[in-house]
């Protein structure tokens, strides 16, 4: 990896601004070796063999060399003739139509023997046969067995090099655009016989050596300049009065990745630092609740279509949970039925303690702030709390819909607390995460009066966005949970909407598919 | 939340001005209600729960003319005197205690008006009557009916009649079961032993609420003009502010109401009564609760603008209003009749300190010593399929499963990391290894005898390491653990155990101050084979809630010097 990078591997073509003598200082001792050899066409081959290097050394040289301009790089298609198993061993032993008649003498003899005498497979011999009396070489008899005697023209053709012959003693493997006629003819004849010779296609590259590149040729070039710094220089004080090898500073390099923070979380303590920043404290709390602490002390009636099983999830064992003191359990029933003890109408009807047992996920980060109010006292007034936390909802998994979602919230709790303060704190929030223009407009919760729902100007994508609620908890809230009613303001912006769009992703299950490749590559979080 | 579509044309005749499109839009939103698109013909618009009164034309436009101050005020309506009765028999009790009725005379019924009246039932039924279990409301041409009309309790298999837009007579327990409307609501009737029916004096059944009216006297036509309306239900107030909300609408449609005596146990009530109630409200609550100094005039015109009357410390608050359950609410209004755009913002000078918990702080410190080692942070979810979490891992750890999951991948709570890092490097198998990822969040557990909770459930943060690569072994993941604890002052002993996850011999329990802490080892191949892994996996799994809470918070000597070591 590191040698990869020293040798300028992804350079940019025809970007450097540098010298000849530059560029000349600048090469690779590969690069050095190669592009003294490089003319015009250069056979890779050739190049392979002039600059003693490994192939693939004189591969990554003619890259690096390309990628600055010096040589130019083509690729040709040629054929080349390679020996088979038997091409291979008849190159060594000779053809076995010539050991044949070598063997042969004026008096016949049978084909074993021949065969025999000239180490040759019987089905060699057989073939040897019907070649040799094509070519009117033998004379064949047959007594008890078959006999083979040779003529005069068999002794002439013992005596000559065949055609064949001399395309076997051949360098392999051959270009073919190489060969002359008569070794055409001879390829022909020997492509017909088992596995002696074949044709393969083969890319071949060539270098020429371009305009640029024949004045970087021309340039002499110290043998004195350094490569790498090494530890052994340094020890030994050798790198002094040299020079360095000079670098394309400007290249570009293979990408690394480190270890990193999930995006979400980067997110999520950014927002936890706005409302520590703001002198909230944090709340936290379990994910899973009895319904009497994410509803019913929320005052949200227990028909409330929310409760229903399609909106929340509900666990299966346990099912149900326990519920706090007789006092709050008895003064959150008394609000709900009779609205009794907040001078309130109630939501009228039986409570059911049995419902409020009921475990769900929690649907709302307000829950927390439900069971933070159930143990505040009034000598810590005023307080500020916040949370950052999942929520959940029964949904199925779609490009807009995640069962999971991140909320944050905030609350207030301050006895001379009023609605133009809710504002103010808002303002403040917005602008600290980020949007300093927001709107807000009336909206409806079962836990707060007065309601709002807040959109924020997007400053980059110049639109508004719903954002999200916010409002003053209603006493039939702080009531049973503080023993009086004292303003609670609350607000609880969810926040992937904020991540998805600083991260440009459109559909939300990208927050947590965990591709690496993705991982690898984020961006961080830089608010 | 519900939806409703007005026709533009009628509501802004009932508005009585029309507003530009960019003028109706800003009120609209700033009354309290989401809109969702305007066109020349039609106006779409979110109408919140506390405000069924708006769920029709007529309702909405008497808010709206209110708020711009074209009709504002509390409206009057009147009941007129009728000899019309209902009586409430006691067989219901036990099956659907109550109901509201009144008459309304001389609206001429084109099939405009039928549709607007089918939408403020539907819209209520859905939204106020949540599906018809807490109300449910009835719509009959008068003509067709004999009065007094009882409302009993009946054997469903003893009393018949033809459901509406049914072939023919079936007793009231077949509807249940072949009408339509009758399997989509049957789950409110089902295993009573008396179903409720509204009979005449003649003997023909009306309906058989929450169900279904009758073919013949449940269906208004266009040759109707007066008409017998009913809520049913459990909760008198509940029932009768549903019955005003309609028949203040088909007031605007230029109907005459009368009122009906519902008899009960001897007592009759008149209903509807349409006369306000009133609610006391005091200027300085307002003024103190919104941060402004209104004077008793301003808080009568705002609380006018909002279609709710004023006299001496008391708001007038109309029968149709479902919203107003505390003075707040009435705060509310007077606070959006203000203009929730026209408030001061301050930002009072209170001095709190700010905190963060001390546990997010310790994870995010082991956390940033992972980055460190290179590692990267996934973030799975909490909801886990119970595969993934147990036979894909050869283990029987306790689940704690949901109830009601919509998908079979997600339906359980999961009670540990290593399948939810599995599981990721499963979906990373094409991407350049190694890969080494970590994840830190809640798990579940049902609560033992010995632990406290009030769910039943124990959740601890859990923080799961796994090094996948060609070189993951024990050594390797044992490096990373040795060097987080040396890194925060832990010292730790390690002894082996058998997990039916990990390689047996390879796999230890970790201990601190003599608390079991964490897992650690290499992960079984068959467990590598269940998530398609081909490429070796060593990982560990640490309980953060365990080691911060039983262990760091115990020693406050490790906070205070860097030479303090826990062991």
């Not at chain 1, 006092?327 to 409020?356: N, P, T």
């Not at chain 2, 009585?16 to 009354?31: A, H, N, Q, V």
């Not at chain 2, 008459?103 to 607007?116: A, L």
């Not at chain 2, 029932?239 to 449609?253: K, P, Q, S, Y």
């Amino acid at each position: 990896m590191v040698k990869e990078r020293e040798g300028n591997m992804q350079g940019k073509k025809g970007d450097s601004a540098l010298s000849p003598q530059e560029i000349a200082e600048s090469l690779h001792p590969l690069e050095r070796a190669v592009l003294p050899h490089v003319r015009e066409s250069s056979p890779f081959q050739s190049l392979v063999a002039d600059s003693q290097k490994q192939e693939i050394e004189v591969m990554r040289a003619l890259q690096w060399l390309a990628n600055k301009g010096l040589i130019e790089l083509s690729e040709l298609s040629a054929f080349f003739v390679a020996l088979g198993a038997n091409g291979a061993a008849y190159k060594a032993s000779g053809l076995p139509e010539k050991r044949f008649l070598q063997v042969l003498a004026d008096t016949p003899l049978s084909v074993d023997v021949v065969a025999r005498r000239a180490s040759l497979e019987k089905q060699e011999a057989s073939a040897c046969l019907g070649l040799l009396r094509g070519k009117a070489a033998i004379e064949i008899t047959k007594e008890k067995d078959l006999t083979v005697t040779i003529t005069d023209a068999g002794k002439r053709l013992r005596e000559k090099e065949s055609l064949e012959e001399k395309f076997l003693a051949k360098k392999f493997p051959v270009n073919t655009s190489t060969l002359a006629p008569e070794e055409r003819f001879a390829l022909e004849s020997l492509k017909r016989r088992k596995d002696i010779v074949s044709v393969v296609e083969r890319k071949e590259r060539r270098a020429t050596i371009t305009a640029l590149g024949k004045k970087v040729q021309a340039v002499k070039v110290s043998s004195d300049t350094l490569d790498a710094l090494t530890h052994g220089m340094l020890t030994d004080g050798s790198w002094k009065g040299k020079s360095f090898r000079r670098y394309d500073v400007a290249v570009n390099v293979p990408a690394i990745a480190g270890g990193k923070r999930h995006f979400v979380r980067q997110a999520i303590s950014y927002a936890k630092r706005v409302w520590l920043d703001m002198g909230f404290s944090e709340m936290e709390g379990p994910l899973i609740n009895t319904s009497f602490w994410n509803f019913d002390a929320l005052f949200t009636a227990q028909d409330h279509p929310v409760r229903e099983m399609q909106d929340t999830f509900f666990v299966k064992k346990p099912a149900s949970g326990s519920l706090p003191s007789k006092k709050l359990v008895d003064a959150v029933s008394c609000i709900h039925e009779s609205g009794k003890g907040a001078r309130s109408s109630g939501w009228g009807g039986k409570w059911s303690a049995d419902e409020a047992k009921k475990n769900v996920l929690r649907t709302h980060t307000t829950v927390l702030s439900a069971r933070t109010l159930a143990c505040l006292k009034k000598t810590q007034m005023p307080a500020k709390f916040f949370a950052v936390g999942k929520c959940f909802r029964n949904e199925a998994l779609d490009w807009s819909h995640l069962f999971e979602f991140n909320q944050t919230e905030g609350i207030v709790v301050d006895p001379d607390a009023d609605f133009s303060h809710l504002l103010g704190y808002l303002r403040e929030f917005f602008t600290k995460m980020g949007f300093p223009q927001i709107r807000v407009r009336p909206a409806y919760f079962p836990y707060t009066s007065n309601s709002i729902e807040l959109d924020v100007f997007h400053p980059y994508h110049k639109k508004w966005i719903e954002f999200g609620g916010a409002g003053i908890f209603r006493p039939e809230v702080v009531i049973p949970l503080l023993g009086e009613d004292i303003p609670v303001l609350a607000w609880g912006p969810g926040f992937d909407r904020i991540i998805l769009d600083y991260y440009g992703i459109t559909d939300i299950r990208d927050l947590y598919r965990n591709d690496l490749k993705q991982l690898r590559e984020m961006k961080m979080w830089m608010r | 939340m519900p939806t409703i579509t007005l026709n533009r044309k009628v509501f802004e005749n009932l508005v009585g001005r029309r507003l530009p499109d960019e003028k109706l839009k800003d009120r609209i939103s700033m009354l309290g209600t989401d809109i969702e698109s305007v066109s020349e013909r039609e106006i779409v618009v979110e109408v919140f729960p506390n405000r069924p009164d708006m769920l029709s034309e007529q309702g909405f436009a008497r808010a709206f003319s209110s708020f711009i101050g074209e009709k504002s005020g509390l409206r009057p309506y009147t009941a007129k005197k009728s000899d019309y009765e209902v009586i409430i028999e006691k067989g219901v009790d036990a099956v659907r205690p109550w109901t509201a009725c009144a008459v309304v005379k001389g609206i001429s019924f084109d099939g405009e008006k039928i549709k607007e009246v089918i939408q403020i039932q539907e819209k209520l039924h859905v939204t106020y009557g949540r599906n018809r279990k807490k109300v449910a409301i009835g719509v009959y041409p008068l003509e067709k009916i004999a009065f007094p009309v009882r409302f009993v309790g009946e054997d469903p298999k003893k009393v018949s009649f033809q459901p509406l837009e049914f072939p023919k007579e079936i007793t009231g327990l077949q509807v249940l079961s072949q009408h339509p409307a009758g399997r989509e609501y049957g789950h409110l009737l089902e295993g009573k032993d008396r179903f409720p029916f509204f009979i005449d004096s003649a003997g023909k059944v009306l309906s058989m609420p929450p169900i279904i009216n009758s073919h013949d006297v449940g269906k208004i036509t266009e040759s109707s003009s007066e008409v017998f309306i009913e809520c049913s239900g459990f909760d008198y107030d509940v029932l009768h502010r549903c019955l005003c909300i309609i028949v203040t609408a088909l007031a605007d449609m230029g109907g005459e109401i009368y009122s009906v005596a519902v008899k009960k146990d001897g007592k009759a009530l008149l209903s509807p009564d349409l006369s306000p109630h009133k609610h006391a409200i005091a200027l300085d609550a307002v003024n103190k609760r919104l941060g402004l100094s209104l004077k008793e005039t301003e808080l009568k015109k705002h609380l006018a603008a909002m279609g709710i009357g004023y006299e001496k410390g008391h708001a007038l608050v109309p029968c149709y209003r479902a919203d107003v359950l505390h003075e707040v609410d009435l705060i509310e209004a007077v606070a959006i009749a203000y203009g929730y755009d026209k408030f001061e913002e301050n930002i009072p000078s209170v001095a709190t300190i700010a905190s963060e918990s001390p546990f997010a702080v310790f994870v995010a410190r082991i956390a940033n010593i992972l980055v460190g080692l290179g590692l990267l942070e996934v973030m799975t979810y909490h909801l886990a399929s119970v595969g993934m979490q147990q036979e894909k891992m050869c283990s029987d750890i306790p689940l704690v499963a949901l109830a009601n999951a919509e998908s079979l991948e997600y339906n359980t709570c999961r009670a540990w990391m290593i399948p939810c890092l599995l599981d990721v490097l499963q979906k990373n198998k094409l991407h350049e290894y190694p890969q080494h990822i970590f994840d830190c969040g809640t798990c579940f557990m049902p609560a033992k005898k010995s632990e406290d909770s009030d769910t039943g459930v124990v959740e601890h943060d859990r923080l799961a390491v796994a090094l996948c690569s060609e070189n993951a072994d024990y050594t390797a993941i044992r490096q990373v653990l040795d060097y987080v604890l040396r890194t925060i002052g832990v010292g730790y002993a390690i002894r082996p155990v058998e997990h039916p996850s990990f390689i047996a011999g390879r796999v230890g329990r970790v201990t601190v101050a003599g608390k079991d802490v964490a897992y650690i080892g290499e992960i079984h191949p068959e467990v590598l084979a269940h998530f398609e892994l081909k490429f070796p996996v060593a990982a560990f799994e640490l309980n953060m809630s365990t080691l911060f809470g039983d262990v760091i918070l115990h020693y406050p000597e490790a906070i205070f010097s860097s030479l303090f070591s826990i062991t």
